[in-house]
């Protein structure tokens, strides 16, 4: 019984020395452009304009500037490929993937200012929008003479009775004989430690969303002041398959090399659930100019995650070695930044609107919290590592025909890191048409988006460039009434 607890404990630590960390509090606290085809056109410069199938998760002031009830939906097409450059070499991964990245439903309800006094309605929401997508396959490839892999696994080992080696990595290595015994049962010695010729291979397969639920309400005072509040239920699901391997070894000395290869495959499963606030306002300052200002509170999810880990060695005699871990299963609570959104339009002789958005979001406020393990050192690597940064969104529509517009749209997402850690900046340029045909209508949305970024396979890596480029189709449909 004894060592069934203690193996339970291990088996946690394990999983929070390689899973959760200020990667993960990155990654679920950032959104991309995603939502109806008008909204994206524009480049999601909408916070100050409403009516609009996002306006519940953007501004929910939107909801209250509907006049009429409106049921819609969208569909999405996104292709991502991603170049990869470590030393001289590149390598190329492509994902695509369908979606659907909301449903809405809109009831309006208007009444006689005579009978009800200024506030003159009272708008519900009710619907989920996609906020952002994990689907990426990364590919590294590149013949290194660098220290292994399996050199950090040696030092994680050192001082340490394989007994209580991490059951996720380095127990796995002492089981493969990546890594072995010498002199002692807390002394370690690996084939493949040192500088020698090899052939790296790295892949990473992700795949997931972040997805919210919503229910909004909004009310308007005289026409001219509008004011919402949303209740957002976001989810998470990520999935991420990586594997590391090593081969090929060669030493410039002739010395023989016992080990052929080593692969190590991680894979992770990560669900979450959870709860905001938005508010919002948008106040028409005359009949061309409106003023849009939106708070987010900080999203505080629940998330489970699922770890297991294998690894699988050869040598040159022909044997093969291969461990596998048990699934740890660990959840943990996690609090996202706020975000403040102030917006600014113009609309120009009711045929030509142009719309700013600025965010503000500071990435070092998120935090990682738990009842069965301190988070310190990982709360205090989100501080350090992440800061505060704006995102700007520009939008234009033109109104060609009374049942045709054109948009276009430019977003700016800025830089979490703080310093020069890392770049991962990312511009978005789209553009848009719809068609309006008596109570139906119909949009069309492009999206290409490009950004690069210094990317570790593990820590003590070379940094390897990526370039991602993403372009998206998005097609929306609905009906007012």
């Known amino acids: 019984m004894l060592r069934n607890i203690s193996l339970s404990f291990a088996l946690i630590l394990g999983l929070t020395v390689q899973a959760q960390n200020h990667v993960d509090a990155l990654r679920y606290s950032q959104e991309s452009l995603w939502g109806s085809a008008r909204f994206v056109g524009m480049g999601g410069a909408f916070g100050s304009l409403g009516a609009n199938a996002n306006s519940a998760s953007h501004n929910p002031a939107g909801i209250a500037v509907y006049t009429t009830s409106e049921f819609s939906g969208s569909f999405s097409i996104n292709d991502v490929e991603t170049e990869s450059t470590l030393v001289d070499s590149k390598a190329f991964a492509k994902n695509s993937a369908t979606s659907l990245p909301n449903i809405n439903y809109v009831s309006a309800n208007l009444f006689n200012p005579e009978d009800i006094g200024d506030w003159n309605r009272i708008n519900f929401g009710i619907g989920y929008n996609k906020l952002d997508d994990y689907n990426r396959n990364i590919l590294i490839e590149s013949e290194m003479h660098t220290s292994s892999y399996s050199d950090v696994i040696l030092n994680n080992s050192q001082s340490t009775y394989y007994e209580d080696l991490n059951p996720f990595r380095e127990l796995l290595a002492f089981n493969t004989y990546l890594i072995d015994t010498i002199g002692s049962s807390s002394n370690y010695f690996s084939p493949a430690s040192g500088l020698y010729n090899k052939d790296l291979s790295y892949s990473s397969n992700q795949s997931g969303s972040k997805n919210e639920f919503y229910i909004s309400v909004g009310t308007a005072y005289q026409n001219k002041l509008f004011i919402g509040a949303t209740i957002g239920f976001p989810s998470i699901e990520y999935k991420e398959v990586t594997t590391i391997s090593e081969s090929n070894f060669s030493s410039l000395s002739q010395e023989i090399i016992e080990l052929s290869s080593f692969d190590y495959t991680t894979n992770l499963y990560v669900s979450g659930s959870g709860i905001n606030l938005k508010l919002g306002l948008l106040y028409k300052l005359d009949k061309n100019i409106r003023y849009g200002l939106a708070l987010h509170t900080p999203t505080y999810y629940e998330i489970h995650e699922e770890y297991s880990a ?172």
Request: no cysteine; charged share 15%; aromatic share 16%.
């Open 310 to 481: 294998n690894m699988t060695t050869e040598f040159l005699d022909g044997q093969q070695f291969y461990s596998g871990s048990q699934s740890g299963v660990f959840d943990y609570g996690m609090n996202t930044p706020f975000k403040l959104i102030n917006s600014l339009s113009f609309i120009l002789n009711k045929k030509a609107i142009i719309s700013i958005d600025y965010e503000y979001l500071n990435f070092a406020s998120a935090s990682i919290v738990s009842d069965f393990y301190n988070f310190s050192t990982e709360n205090n690597n989100i501080e350090n590592y992440y800061t505060s940064t704006a995102n700007i969104k520009i939008g234009t529509e033109l109104r060609v025909h009374p049942q045709l517009s054109l948009r276009a749209g430019f977003t700016s997402y800025g830089n979490p890191y703080a310093g020069s850690l890392n770049d991962t900046s990312r511009e978005y340029i789209t553009m848009g048409m719809g068609l309006r045909v008596n109570q139906y209508f119909f949009d069309l949305a492009i999206v290409n988006s490009v950004s690069s970024e210094e990317y570790y396979i593990y820590d003590g890596a070379n940094g390897t460039t990526l370039q991602n480029n993403n372009g998206q189709l998005l097609i929306s449909s609905g009906l007012k009434f």
